[in-house]
């Protein structure tokens, strides 16, 4: 089936992380699902055309998707349409003329440096594995930056205590080198010290459940909301919320942009210039608690 080969091709070829993947598919699933009225195998993809897929995007509109979504789903065909293109002789890509509604880019939810400091400073049972091991998570998130993919793969003999940095791969398999300080080294060793006395098989990723296998994306979400619940204001309260807090905090110290863009992995510098409007939200909120004559 052309989706499969497709999938293959993103993954494989283009080294699209498992979530990118995840979400092409379930995009065109549901597009192939219309097109065929439930009959996939019916699909012929060079008898598409920009009015059929146009079709599509008035009924997800008219069934309340977001725009934000629609595009997503638009982008998805796209992307479907050029490899067909280049792989299997298809004169045009039917979704290059769908319009696109330009969307503001919402800014990044960050927790205030005094609520993130509250956090961080409650005690916990220093014997206690997955105590010890959650409080490690929330903590790498902020310390580091890391994304969410980067923390589940993270490699045991890539955290480095003495050089005190740690290597991770970031998308499409870019790795790259964090600089981390000596709170998060202490709580590094710690963890490390009781989860090799407690773990029957300890696994080469970093971070393990209690059974020995590896940590999972769903259960660090947990983890990280279940730490936040109660404590921050911020409506979002995930890993990436604290991936978006340390950069701002980062830049609200003087940091130098291109720095923290290496830091964070992103490919270009209009990912991390969204932070700076987070830096002046902070200053007006300061100006207008603080100044006499505002």
């Not at 080294?15 to 439930?38: C, M, P």
């Not at 309340?64 to 293109?85: C, D, E, H, N, P």
């Not at 110290?253 to 932070?275: F, N, P, V, W």
Request: charge should be positive.
């Amino acid at each position: 089936m052309l989706l499969n080969s497709f999938l293959t091709y993103i993954r494989c070829e283009l080294n699209y992380s498992v979530h990118t993947v995840s979400s092409y598919k379930r995009d065109l699933e549901q597009w192939i699902e219309f097109a065929t009225n439930g009959n996939p195998d019916e699909l012929h993809t060079k008898d598409i055309t920009s009015n059929d897929l146009r079709t599509w995007v008035a009924h997800l509109s008219k069934n309340g998707i977001t725009a934000r979504t629609i595009r997503r789903k638009v982008q998805s065909l796209r992307a479907f349409f050029r490899y067909l293109m280049q792989y299997h002789e298809h004169k045009d890509n039917p979704a290059a003329n769908i319009a696109q509604t330009k969307l503001d880019k919402p800014l990044p939810s960050y927790i205030p440096q005094q609520e993130i400091n509250t956090i961080l400073d409650e005690e916990w049972d220093k014997d206690d594995f997955e105590e010890t091991r959650n409080r490690l998570i929330v903590l790498m998130l902020y310390s580091t930056g890391m994304r969410t993919t980067e923390l589940e793969t993270l490699l045991d003999a890539n955290v480095n205590t003495t050089s005190l940095e740690l290597k991770v791969f970031g998308k499409r398999n870019k790795d790259r080198t964090i600089p981390f300080g000596k709170e998060l080294c202490e709580m590094i060793t710690q963890y490390r010290r009781l989860r090799d006395t407690t773990i029957a098989k300890p696994n080469r990723h970093f971070f393990v459940r209690q059974s020995g296998k590896p940590i999972y994306r769903s259960l660090i979400y947990k983890i990280v909301r279940e730490t936040l619940a109660g404590r921050v204001h911020s409506e979002r309260q995930s890993p990436h919320v604290l991936r978006h807090t340390f950069a701002t905090h980062l830049l609200g110290r003087g940091a130098d942009m291109r720095e923290i863009q290496e830091l964070m992995g992103h490919s270009s510098l209009k990912s991390t210039q969204l932070y700076t409007h987070n830096t002046i939200s902070q200053l007006q909120d300061i100006y207008d608690k603080a100044h006499p004559h505002k």
